[in-house]
């Protein structure tokens, strides 16, 4: 039997992060919907790195995350085809 990883809903959020004293990045993320509260503190992996983020603004659509694996899958399919 495969094994099935357990199904949850995600939300899309801005979130940012403070670089410097006056630079700060931000960009949109796919969160799992526990995290989905403005002002919440949430690590990402960053390729070899871990950094802090801020949800500053949740979004109102809910996709689950059999619908995100899905896409994923198809978008690591195609660079693995089409990349040089």
């Not at 802090?52 to 899905?70: A, L």
Request: hydrophobic share 25%; glycine share 4%.
């Amino acid at each position: 039997m495969a094994n099935k990883r357990k199904k949850y809903f995600l939300k899309q959020c801005k979130i940012s992060r403070k670089l410097g004293e006056n630079v700060s990045a931000s960009k949109t993320s796919w969160l799992p919907e526990k995290f989905c509260k403005v002002g919440q503190l949430v690590t990402l992996k960053d390729e070899s790195h871990r950094n802090v983020w801020t949800v500053q603004k949740v979004g109102e659509e809910r996709v689950s995350s059999e619908n995100i694996d899905d896409v994923s899958n198809e978008h690591r399919d195609h660079r693995k085809t089409t990349d040089i």
